[in-house]
C-alpha cells in the first residue's frame, strides 16, 4: 500500500468521524427522545391494561350467561318434580333445522321436536307472500302420557338431533333434490337420578323426506320406554294449529276450513265448515287433515290411530287479521308396553288436488269438493270435467281459454236434448191459443180443476207431452251442479287471471264499495253482473218460446227473481264459475238461434192438428184399470156417454 492511499483512508475515516460527530442529537433533543418514548410506553401500557380487562369481562359474562343457562338447585329439584325422568329435557334452547326438497321447506325446532312451518314453494298467498302453511310461534304437537304418574306433554320439552346419515353431520340446514332422499332424527332422551342423560331410553321423531313429492314419512319410535311410560293400551298425540288465510275471500276461505277424517274400514268424513264443532271419534282411523280451501295437512298412519277428539273453533283472543280458525285433534297411538316400539305414519303438506291425491290410493281426494254426496255429480266431475280440463290445461293455453272450449265441448254434447227441448217449446207455444181459449172457457176460480183437465186433454189429443221439455232440463241439472262444485274447488284456477278478473278461483272486482250492502257484499264483480243479465234474457226466452199463460203468474214472478238472487250469492263466489255460467247463457242463446232456423212451426201446427184427428190411444195402465172397473159392474164407457 503507497503513502497516497493511506493518507486517503485516513481522510475517509476523519470525515466519517467529524459527520457523526457534528449530527450527534444535543443533550435537549436527547431528553426529548425519551420523553416520546416513555409516553408511547405508557400509552401501549394503558391499551394492554384495558385489553386484560375487557377479556377479563368477557371472561366474567360467559361465565355469568353460562351459570345463568343452568337451572338453580332449587328449578332442578322443581323440574325433577314436575317432569321426573324428563326433567333434563325441561330446559333448552329453540334452536331450528330445515329440511328441504324441491316443492316444501319444512322447518323443526328443537322445543318438541316438532314442524314449525311447512312452505309450499310453488304458491304463493293471494298478496304474493310465500305460502305456509302454519305460521305460529309454537304450534302444538306432541304425545302427552303419564310417567310415574306425572302427566308429561313432549310438545314443552327439548329434543336433541341425530343424523343417521352421516353425510349431514351437525348442518342445520338439509336440502335433496329428484330422487334423493334423507333421514332426520329428533331425540328426546330420559336422565337417571343423578341427572345425568340415559341414551338408552328415548322417544325418537325420524323424518325422511324425498326429493319431489308432498308426502314425508314420519316414525314415532320409543326405545325403553316401558320402563317409562306408566302402562296404558295408548297414548295421546296432540296435534292443534291456527290456520292463517291465503286466499282473497277470507270468508270463503273460512267457511271451507276443516277437519277430514276416514275410518280404518269406512268413508270418508269431516266436521261441517260453517260452525264451530267438537266430535268424538270413538273407531279407527286410517288418517286425519287439517284442510283449508285448496291446501291441506294430513297425518296417516300406515296401521291405524285407534280414536280421536276433533275440533274446530274461533279463538276469539286472536286478533290477528290473517287468522281463519283454529283446528285440533287428540289422537290415539297404540302402547304396546314393550322395550322397543315403532309407530310408522306419513305426512301430506300440499295442494288438495284431484289429481294428486288420488295417486296415493288413500281416498284422500275425496277432500275436494266434487259433490260425492250424490254419486253422479261425483262421475259427473271425476270421469268427464276433470280430464277434459286437464286435457285442455296441458296445452299451456290460459284458463279463461280452457273454460269457453270446455263449455263449447258440453254445450255440443247436450245438443240433442237442447234439441229435443226446444221442439217441445215449439209445440206448446203452437197450442197456446187454444189453451188461452180453454182459459176463457173456465173463467171462474172455481172452475180451475176443470181448466186443468180440459188442458191435459187437448195436449193427449193433440200428441203433446207438456213434461217433454222438462225432463231434458232435468238430464242437464246435475252437470250444471257438477259445474257449481267443480269450479270454485279446482285449483288450477288459483291466481290465474282472465280479462279483468285477476284470480278465477276468487271473486273479481271492478268498483270497491265504501259500504257492505247485505247479501250482496262491498264490490261489484262484473261477471257476476253479465251472467245475471244473460239469465234474465234467456228467462224471458225460454218463456216465450214455452208460450206460457198466466196460469201460475207466481211462478213466473219466480223464474225472474231467481237471477236476481244469484246476483247476490255468486257476487262472492269464484269467478270462474260466473264466467261458465256466462258463456253457458251465451252459448244457448247462439243454439236456440240455430234450432229456430231449422224447425219450421207451420209444419208442426199441420202435425199437431192431424193428430187430433186420430183416435186417442189409451194406455196398458188405463186399460188395466178399466178392465178392474168391468170386473166390479162399472162401465167407464157408458159414465162417459152420460
Same mark, same amino acid.
Given at each position: 500500500?503507497?503513502?497516497?492511499?493511506?493518507?486517503?483512508?485516513?481522510?475517509?475515516?476523519?470525515?466519517? %468521524?467529524?459527520?457523526?460527530? @457534528?449530527?450527534?442529537?444535543?443533550?435537549?433533543?436527547?431528553?426529548?427522545?425519551?420523553?416520546?418514548?416513555?409516553?408511547?410506553?405508557?400509552?401501549? /401500557?394503558?391499551?394492554?391494561?384495558?385489553?386484560?380487562? /375487557?377479556?377479563?369481562?368477557?371472561?366474567?359474562?360467559?361465565?355469568?350467561?353460562?351459570?345463568?343457562?343452568?337451572?338453580?338447585?332449587?328449578?332442578?329439584?322443581?323440574?325433577?318434580?314436575k317432569l321426573g325422568r324428563f326433567a333434563n329435557a325441561g330446559m333448552g334452547d329453540d334452536k331450528e333445522f330445515i329440511i328441504e326438497n324441491?316443492?316444501?321447506?319444512?322447518?323443526?325446532?328443537? $322445543?318438541?321436536?316438532?314442524?314449525?312451518?311447512?312452505?309450499?314453494?310453488?304458491?304463493?298467498?293471494?298478496?304474493?307472500?310465500?305460502?305456509?302453511?302454519?305460521?305460529?310461534?309454537?304450534?302444538?304437537?306432541?304425545?302427552?302420557?303419564?310417567?310415574?304418574?306425572?302427566?308429561?306433554?313432549?310438545?314443552?320439552?327439548?329434543?336433541?338431533?341425530?343424523?343417521?346419515?352421516?353425510?349431514?353431520?351437525?348442518?342445520?340446514?338439509?336440502?335433496?333434490?329428484?330422487?334423493?332422499?334423507?333421514?332426520?332424527?329428533?331425540?328426546?332422551?330420559?336422565?337417571?337420578?343423578?341427572?345425568?342423560?340415559?341414551?338408552?331410553?328415548?322417544?325418537?321423531?325420524?323424518?325422511?323426506?324425498?326429493?319431489?313429492?308432498?308426502?314425508?314419512?314420519?316414525?314415532?319410535?320409543?326405545?325403553?320406554?316401558?320402563?317409562?311410560?306408566?302402562? *296404558?293400551?295408548?297414548?295421546?298425540?296432540?296435534?292443534?294449529?291456527?290456520?292463517?288465510?291465503?286466499?282473497?275471500?277470507?270468508?270463503?276461505?273460512?267457511?271451507?276450513?276443516?277437519?277430514?277424517?276416514?275410518?280404518?274400514?269406512?268413508?270418508?268424513?269431516?266436521?261441517?265448515?260453517?260452525?264451530?264443532? &267438537?266430535?268424538?271419534?270413538?273407531?279407527?282411523?286410517?288418517?286425519?287433515?287439517?284442510?283449508?280451501?285448496?291446501?291441506?295437512?294430513?297425518?296417516?298412519?300406515?296401521?291405524?290411530?285407534?280414536?280421536?277428539?276433533?275440533?274446530?273453533?274461533?279463538?276469539?283472543?286472536?286478533?290477528?287479521?290473517?287468522?281463519?280458525?283454529?283446528?285440533?285433534?287428540?289422537?290415539?297411538?297404540?302402547?304396546?308396553?314393550?322395550?322397543?316400539?315403532?309407530?310408522?305414519?306419513?305426512?301430506?303438506?300440499?295442494?288438495?288436488?284431484?289429481?294428486?291425491?288420488? $295417486?296415493?290410493?288413500?281416498?284422500?281426494?275425496?277432500?275436494?269438493?266434487?259433490?260425492?254426496?250424490?254419486?253422479? /255429480?261425483?262421475?259427473?266431475?271425476?270421469?268427464? *270435467?276433470?280430464? *277434459?280440463?286437464?286435457?285442455?290445461?296441458?296445452?299451456?293455453?290460459?284458463?279463461? %281459454?280452457?273454460? +269457453?272450449?270446455?263449455?263449447?265441448?258440453?254445450?255440443?254434447?247436450?245438443?240433442?236434448?237442447? @234439441?229435443?227441448? @226446444?221442439?217441445?217449446?215449439?209445440?206448446? =207455444?203452437?197450442?197456446?191459443?187454444?189453451?188461452?181459449?180453454?182459459?176463457?172457457?173456465?173463467?171462474?176460480?172455481?172452475?180451475?180443476? $176443470? =181448466?186443468?183437465?180440459?188442458?191435459?186433454?187437448?195436449?193427449?189429443?193433440?200428441?203433446?207431452?207438456?213434461?217433454?221439455?222438462?225432463?231434458?232440463?232435468?238430464?242437464?241439472?246435475?252437470?250444471?251442479?257438477?259445474?257449481?262444485?267443480?269450479?270454485?274447488?279446482?285449483?288450477?284456477?288459483?291466481?290465474?287471471?282472465?280479462?279483468?278478473?285477476?284470480?278465477?278461483?276468487?271473486?273479481?272486482?271492478?268498483l270497491n264499495l265504501p259500504f257492505e250492502i247485505p247479501f250482496y257484499g262491498a264490490h261489484v264483480s262484473l261477471f257476476t253482473l253479465l251472467?245475471?243479465?244473460?239469465?234474465?234474457?234467456?228467462?224471458? #226466452?225460454?218463456?216465450?218460446?214455452?208460450?206460457?199463460?198466466?196460469?201460475?203468474?207466481?211462478?213466473?214472478?219466480? /223464474?225472474? +227473481?231467481?237471477? %236476481?238472487?244469484?246476483?247476490?250469492?255468486?257476487?262472492?263466489?269464484?269467478?270462474?264459475?260466473?264466467?261458465?255460467?256466462?258463456?253457458?247463457?251465451? #252459448?244457448?242463446?247462439?243454439?236456440?238461434?240455430?234450432?229456430?232456423?231449422?224447425?219450421? &212451426?207451420?209444419?208442426?201446427?199441420?202435425?199437431?192438428?192431424?193428430?187430433?184427428?186420430?183416435?186417442?190411444? *189409451?194406455?196398458?195402465?188405463?186399460?188395466?184399470?178399466?178392465?178392474?172397473?168391468?170386473?166390479?159392474?162399472?162401465?167407464?164407457?157408458?159414465?162417459?156417454?152420460?
Open positions: 500500500m503507497d503513502r497516497n492511499t493511506i493518507i486517503g483512508l485516513v481522510m475517509i475515516f476523519a470525515i466519517f %468521524i467529524g459527520f457523526t460527530i @457534528y449530527n450527534q442529537p444535543s443533550k435537549e433533543e436527547l431528553e426529548k427522545i425519551q420523553q416520546r418514548r416513555d409516553s408511547l410506553a405508557l400509552v401501549q /401500557m394503558k391499551r394492554d391494561s384495558a385489553r386484560i380487562v /375487557m377479556d377479563q369481562g368477557n371472561l366474567q359474562a360467559d361465565k355469568d350467561q353460562l351459570i345463568s343457562d343452568q337451572p338453580t338447585q332449587a328449578e332442578s329439584s322443581e323440574m325433577r318434580d324441491e316443492v316444501m321447506k319444512i322447518r323443526i325446532s328443537k $322445543k318438541g321436536g316438532k314442524i314449525l312451518n311447512v312452505r309450499l314453494k310453488d304458491y304463493l298467498t293471494y298478496d304474493t307472500l310465500p305460502l305456509d302453511l302454519f305460521n305460529h310461534n309454537n304450534p302444538k304437537f306432541g304425545y302427552t302420557f303419564f310417567s310415574n304418574s306425572r302427566i308429561i306433554n313432549t310438545s314443552d320439552l327439548y329434543f336433541e338431533p341425530f343424523y343417521t346419515d352421516k353425510k349431514w353431520q351437525d348442518k342445520d340446514s338439509l336440502f335433496i333434490t329428484e330422487d334423493d332422499s334423507l333421514r332426520f332424527a329428533m331425540r328426546l332422551y330420559t336422565s337417571n337420578g343423578d341427572s345425568l342423560i340415559n341414551k338408552n331410553q328415548y322417544i325418537e321423531y325420524v323424518y325422511t323426506l324425498y326429493g319431489d313429492t308432498y308426502m314425508m314419512k314420519y316414525d314415532m319410535n320409543l326405545v325403553g320406554m316401558n320402563k317409562v311410560i306408566d302402562p *296404558v293400551n295408548k297414548i295421546d298425540l296432540i296435534w292443534e294449529t291456527d290456520l292463517r288465510r291465503q286466499e282473497r275471500s277470507i270468508e270463503n276461505e273460512r267457511n271451507e276450513a276443516t277437519i277430514y277424517y276416514k275410518y280404518s274400514k269406512d268413508e270418508v268424513d269431516y266436521l261441517t265448515e260453517t260452525k264451530d264443532l &267438537e266430535e268424538s271419534l270413538v273407531t279407527s282411523l286410517k288418517w286425519l287433515s287439517f284442510k283449508t280451501k285448496f291446501f291441506v295437512a294430513s297425518l296417516i298412519a300406515e296401521s291405524a290411530f285407534t280414536n280421536a277428539n276433533v275440533k274446530t273453533y274461533t279463538n276469539e283472543g286472536i286478533t290477528e287479521e290473517h287468522y281463519l280458525k283454529t283446528l285440533s285433534a287428540q289422537i290415539g297411538v297404540p302402547f304396546l308396553n314393550q322395550p322397543e316400539q315403532n309407530f310408522a305414519m306419513n305426512f301430506y303438506f300440499g295442494p288438495n288436488k284431484y289429481n294428486t291425491l288420488r $295417486k296415493f290410493h288413500l281416498d284422500l281426494e275425496r277432500q275436494v269438493p266434487l259433490g260425492w254426496s250424490f254419486f253422479l /255429480m261425483a262421475w259427473i266431475n271425476i270421469y268427464a *270435467v276433470i280430464p *277434459v280440463f286437464d286435457w285442455l290445461g296441458g296445452y299451456g293455453w290460459n284458463y279463461g %281459454i280452457v273454460i +269457453l272450449i270446455l263449455t263449447i265441448l258440453l254445450k255440443i254434447v247436450l245438443f240433442p236434448i237442447a @234439441y229435443k227441448t @226446444y221442439k217441445s217449446s215449439a209445440k206448446m =207455444k203452437v197450442l197456446k191459443p187454444e189453451v188461452e181459449e180453454l182459459g176463457k172457457k173456465f173463467p171462474k176460480p172455481e172452475d180451475a180443476m $176443470k =181448466k186443468q183437465q180440459a188442458t191435459m186433454a187437448l195436449y193427449k189429443k193433440a200428441g203433446v207431452n207438456p213434461m217433454a221439455g222438462c225432463v231434458p232440463m232435468l238430464l242437464q241439472f246435475p252437470i250444471l251442479i257438477a259445474m257449481f262444485r267443480f269450479f270454485p274447488s279446482s285449483i288450477e284456477l288459483r291466481q290465474q287471471s282472465f280479462l279483468w278478473a285477476n284470480d278465477l278461483s276468487s271473486y273479481d272486482s271492478i251472467m245475471t243479465i244473460s239469465t234474465i234474457f234467456y228467462t224471458k #226466452l225460454n218463456n216465450d218460446m214455452m208460450g206460457s199463460t198466466n196460469q201460475m203468474p207466481g211462478m213466473k214472478t219466480m /223464474m225472474y +227473481l231467481m237471477p %236476481i238472487m244469484f246476483l247476490g250469492m255468486f257476487n262472492n263466489f269464484a269467478s270462474g264459475l260466473s264466467y261458465y255460467y256466462l258463456l253457458a247463457n251465451l #252459448l244457448t242463446f247462439a243454439q236456440m238461434y240455430l234450432i229456430r232456423k231449422t224447425i219450421d &212451426e207451420t209444419k208442426i201446427h199441420q202435425q199437431i192438428q192431424e193428430n187430433k184427428k186420430k183416435p186417442v190411444k *189409451v194406455s196398458k195402465f188405463q186399460e188395466r184399470l178399466e178392465a178392474m172397473a168391468k170386473q166390479k159392474g162399472y162401465n167407464p164407457n157408458a159414465a162417459k156417454k152420460k
